[in-house]
Nanobody
Framework: QVRLVESGGGLVQAGGSLTLSCAAS????????CRWYRQAPGKERDLVAS???????NYADSVKGRFTISRDNTKNIMYLQMTGLKPEDTAVYYC??????????????WGQGTQVTVSS
C-alpha cells in the first residue's frame, strides 16, 4: 500500500526557515508530478508549488522567491524548503503525488498534513 508521510513542520518566527519532507513508500513504478498544498483555518486548500518528474517547477505568486520545491527520485522523497516565512504562511501543509502503481494505473495520493506556524 502506497503512503505519503510528511515531516518537518513546526513553530518558527517570522523571517525564519523550515524544510518539509514527504516520503513515498510502498509498491509503485514511478512518481509523476509532486505538489505541496496548504490550508489555513477557514480557508480552502491552495496549491503552493509543483514539480514534474523531469524537474520543472511552478510556484504560487505568494511564495515565489521564498519557497523551493525539489525531489529525490532515487529515494522517492519530495521537499519544500521555506525561507523568509511570514505569519500568513501559517497553515497545514499537505504533499500530493500522482503515482504509477502498475502499467496504466495511476493513483493520486495525499500526505497526512503537517502544521506550520509562523509567529510575528
Amino acid at each position: 500500500q502506497v503512503r505519503l508521510v510528511e515531516s518537518g513542520g513546526g513553530l518558527v518566527q517570522a523571517g525564519g526557515s523550515l524544510t518539509l519532507s514527504c516520503a513515498a513508500s510502498g509498491s509503485m513504478l514511478s512518481i509523476n508530478t509532486c505538489r505541496w498544498y496548504r490550508q489555513a483555518p477557514g480557508k480552502e486548500r491552495d496549491l503552493v508549488a509543483s514539480i514534474t518528474s523531469g524537474g520543472s517547477t511552478n510556484y504560487a505568486d505568494s511564495v515565489k522567491g521564498r519557497f523551493t520545491i525539489s525531489r529525490d527520485n532515487t529515494k522517492n522523497i519530495m521537499y519544500l524548503q521555506m525561507t523568509g516565512l511570514k505569519p500568513e504562511d501559517t497553515a497545514v501543509y499537505y504533499c500530493n503525488a500522482l503515482i504509477l502503481l502498475a502499467r496504466g494505473v495511476w493513483q493520486n495520493y495525499w500526505g497526512q498534513g503537517t502544521q506550520v506556524t509562523v509567529s510575528s
